[in-house]
């Protein structure tokens, strides 16, 4: 993007500027009519003014618009400090002398804070660059200190006359004149390579030969300044002048380029982007609008800080948010999205048909995995207990004759109930967690026993349980006491149960007195796998039974 006409005008006008106080110096001086310092000075503040004014309202980043406002007061500075140094000052007076030495501020000080500006190229304006380039300054101090403190080393200018007569001429260049120009000629080489790679816009990196241009000019400047008569290389602009022109020119052509961001145009570039957008004062005049915005009262945008404001039936979505000095609204076209909610809603009713028939059979088809997922668990359960199954099944079927031993079968078969009972709760409680509670073993037995004294012998049993334990041992536990009752069963007197279960095993005792049959642990080796033993003792008539099986153990055979 092109600069704006202000600007081109603006920019012509103080080149004008700069140019008429050359000529006011040939001129002025050849007829020798009266001191041209003053006008000269008046002729750079003006172009100076002006470029500030432009500064201000072309610059995006604050820090940035800062530091380069300084330039401009710096260059402000250099001038004023020159005109009072041949108006004001008495000619090689010290004051004179300090004037000349101050000219070194301007030069030293200028181009550091235009690097700290391009620094800042391509980074957010809520982003600042690190405080650690600010050490910067140090250098930069100490070239100006040992400037100022010339007369005592004269490492920067050597007189070659007495020193009543020290002054801006008759003097040999030191080597802390050159470190100057050093450290202005590292900066600006800088500046550009650092806005070469930084630049948003590669089309605009081709450019960088224009800001390039101010810095080869003041190169052959110097070099005449410092190489060649001096009368005639600074007899048009002299190196205040010129370099006051100079700095001036590499940044505004860094700006023109577009290598440094500026807002230059961006009316223009409002006005041609492809959004309906515009921006309101306070007083309901719109500043800015883009070529798709709508008309909008006053009123609408006020409205539509706060909710969304439909225009033309509702086509149009007006929305706006709070600035400074107005508002800034967009506008967003709504005709397709309302097309679109049209037609879905025609095609709403039919969606929903075929969502709900979907919602039907993902049921029925969750509903069939149940069900085949429960059977399989039933199957499981029955199949577990079968045994017991078809003994309850084969007293129902076939019950003794006489009323005594009627009873005592009936009895029999609700021992055997309560186990098929228990035991399918456990089985079911294992499907659901691997690991199943101590008491639920506890509840168990103890139903159990509570069957075995309705057949009518004596049955008790002693617990202490807590934690929860794999279900594998649970039902291992269950189910060998079950098989110690059915054993010993009829014909037992008396059965003594002893549990105690934790979180790190569990130990079953039981105690039979005159057993039915005696019960064989053979058959238990294998089941027992982890962690466990089993040990049967018979001693007179009475069968003890003792079960020990650890949490987490190794497989221990001992019988």
Known sequence: MQSSKETRILNTVCVCLVLLAGGCRVVIRHFDIFSYNVLICALFAAASFLWISQ????????????NLIAVALLILFWMALRTMKYEFLPEYHFTWRFAWYLYYLPMIFIPLLMFLSVLQIGRPQARPISKWWNLLYLPAA?????????DIHQLAFRFLREPAFWGDTDFIRGPVYYLVYAWMSVLFLTILVIAFMRCAVPANRKRIWIPAVPLLIGAVYTLGVILGPEQIVTGFLTVPEMGCFLFASFIESLICVHLFPSNDRYGEFFRRSS?????????????????????????????????????EDGNTALRSHAIRGGYGYWLRDLSQIQTLNRELAELGDVVEEENAMLRAENKMAEDRVRIRQQNLLYDSVAKDVQNQLDRILEVIENPPEEEACFEHAMKYACILNAYVKRRSNLLLLFHQENRISCSELRLAIAESLEYVRLYGTMATGGYRTEGRLPGQQILLAYELFEAVLETSIPGADAVLVNLKADQDGLTLRMTVNAPGNAFSPDPWKEKIASGGSLQVESEQETMYITLILTAGGEKDDTI
């Open 275 to 311: 959004i309906g957008a515009g921006i309101m004062d306070m007083h309901g005049q719109v500043c800015y609008e883009s070529a798709r915005s709508r008309k909008v009262s006053p009123e609408q945008v006020r409205t539509a800080l706060d909710e969304t404001v439909l225009l």
């Open 142 to 150: 100490l070239l100006l200190l040992l400037v100022l403190t010339n």
């Open 55 to 66: 500064l201000q309202k072309r610059l995006l980043q604050g820090s940035v618009r800062r």
